[in-house]
């Protein structure tokens, strides 16, 4: 059986985890299994339910500090961002374990003698396939709702975060029914086996196999949302306090190296050319400021890239965007270490066509761009194919509802980063980042439920 080995991108001699990959008639057979455990979770209710996640919190939580430096190890978090994420984890945890108790359907005036009422169910299996850069989170901010309507979880994570996902998969197994969350390990042909197998499927990923999963699973007919990319832009009023402004964004921009869906990519400054050059040098300043290093080191906010790969693409997009036209205003170089490091990168001068500004590159790279006033910044935010996250830094309340108004992506953060999300709000994009129903809050409750409607005569009319 072919096996998965997953490195640390600091240290790239260091194995982290090593292990199967399942195959499609594998996948299907763990699928058979999370079934039959799914029918006996259901029936045993709410409280069992609520009980059991709140003891995988319970026991996340004591292990905190494994949790986190393993986050580090394999995918090069700076470790404060690491243990953010398990205490984020174990608050997702916590509150879907309370979502139990959620009302599960509706009553309507009935139509003749009896009642009408609306009763949600779970799916059945969940497909849940995840990327690597929130190894913890991101698959808990799916299986938590998941299982807390009641579904069995069939969850492919990314190779890169094998050694994550074998530890979260023994947490949830220690307090779950036997077989009820199964995780499956391999690249693309698993990922389509679970597509293949699941009753509702959710994705977190690229646009380019996010957009294959969705169609595969609409023709066989199943629920399924997908979150992919960002091109996420950062707009600065003329009247944005330009240090803090640039703080923010330089850390949205920077922090773990850039590898968040929501990180800042573009910096479009409002005003005449002298101020668009100050937008420049403040932002440039405070990219300069960030530490860039080992992410064990407490104080690093950007560690490496994932892989040898990803370094290389990031490498090369700022080659090509060169070779258009743009300079390079601080990084451009891979930096110091063994690992996959690219020193944080600012480019300005490149075309707002031009690829480093329309697609994503998935690294620490961002550009900067001027617009004369609100309207050209909102269009030009607008322009590129992807709808995530933007962020608007300034303070007239005019200029702020305006481009709230106009721009087109599924969060808006005003005075605040791109990065970060709060999980018991509705999170998602638009455009070619998203697909489906928003994903975490009480929205996940809907997606991974299907409505039936019953009408109760309690005799005939
Ligand atoms: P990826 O698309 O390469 O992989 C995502 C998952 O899909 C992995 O588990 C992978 O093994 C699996 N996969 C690969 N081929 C498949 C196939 N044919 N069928 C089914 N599954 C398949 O993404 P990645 O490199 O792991 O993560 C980075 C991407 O994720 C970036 O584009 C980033 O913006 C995006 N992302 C989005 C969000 C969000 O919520 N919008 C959050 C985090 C990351």
């Not at 393993?70 to 090069?76: H, N, S």
């Not at 690229?206 to 990319?229: D, F, K, L, N, Y």
């Not at 690093?300 to 700022?318: E, K, M, Q, S």
Request: charge should be negative; charged fraction near 20%; include cysteine.
């Amino acid at each position: 059986m072919p096996t998965i080995t997953s490195t640390s991108p600091q240290r790239p001699s260091d194995v982290v985890a090593e292990v199967d990959t399942a195959s499609a008639e594998e996948v299907h057979r763990r699928a058979g299994v999370a079934r039959d455990a799914q029918r006996g979770w259901w029936a045993a209710g709410a409280a069992a339910r609520s009980d059991a996640l709140r003891r995988v919190a319970v026991v996340l939580r004591e292990r905190t500090d494994e949790a986190a430096t393993l986050i580090t190890r394999e995918v090069g978090k700076p470790a404060g961002e690491a243990a953010g994420e398990v205490a984020r984890t174990v608050a997702i945890l916590e509150y879907y374990a309370q979502a139990c108790f959620s009302a599960v359907g509706e009553s309507y005036p009935p139509s003749m003698a009896g009642q009408l009422w609306t009763e949600r169910r779970p799916h059945g299996v969940a497909g849940l396939i995840t990327p690597w850069n929130f190894p913890l989170a991101i698959p808990i901010w799916k299986a938590a709702p998941a299982l807390a309507v009641g579904n069995g979880v069939l969850w492919k994570p990314s190779p890169d975060s094998v050694g994550c996902a074998e530890l979260l998969g023994e947490l949830l197994d220690a307090a779950l029914p036997d077989g009820l969350v199964q995780v499956v390990n391999g690249g693309a042909d698993t990922g389509e086996a679970v597509v293949d197998a699941a009753d509702v499927v959710s994705f977190t990923g690229s646009v380019a196999i996010g957009s294959q999963v969705t169609a595969a699973a609409a023709r066989r007919g199943v629920p399924v949302q997908a979150e992919m990319g960002g091109q996420n832009a950062a707009i600065v009023l003329h009247d944005a306090d330009l240090d803090r402004a640039a703080s923010t964004i330089a850390s949205a921009a920077m922090s773990y190296a850039g590898q968040k869906c929501t990180a800042t990519r573009r910096v479009i400054a409002i005003g005449d050319e002298v101020r668009q050059r100050a937008v420049e040098e403040a932002v440039v300043a405070a990219v300069r400021d960030l530490r860039v290093g080992d992410p064990a080191d407490g104080g690093v906010v950007a560690g490496p890239v994932i892989t040898d790969a990803a370094r290389r693409n990031v490498l090369d997009a700022i080659e090509a965007a060169q070779s258009g036209g743009a300079q390079v205003l601080a990084g451009g170089d891979p930096g110091d270490g063994d690992g996959w490091f690219v020193a944080p990168s600012v480019l300005t001068g490149a075309a707002p066509e031009a690829p480093v500004n329309t697609e994503e590159t998935f690294g620490p790279l961002v550009t900067l761009l001027g617009a004369g006033d609100v309207t050209e910044a909102v269009a030009l935010a607008n322009t590129v194919r992807f709808g995530l996250v933007t962020s608007v830094h300034g303070a007239d309340v005019d200029g702020l509802l305006a481009a709230i108004a106009g721009i087109d992506t599924g969060l808006i953060k005003v005075n605040a980063p791109t990065s970060g999300v709060d999980f018991y709000a509705p999170f998602g994009g638009e455009k070619a980042s998203s697909y489906g129903p928003r994903e975490q809050g009480t929205a996940a409750l809907g997606f991974y439920t299907s409505t039936r409607t019953v009408t109760f005569a309690p005799e005939y009319p």
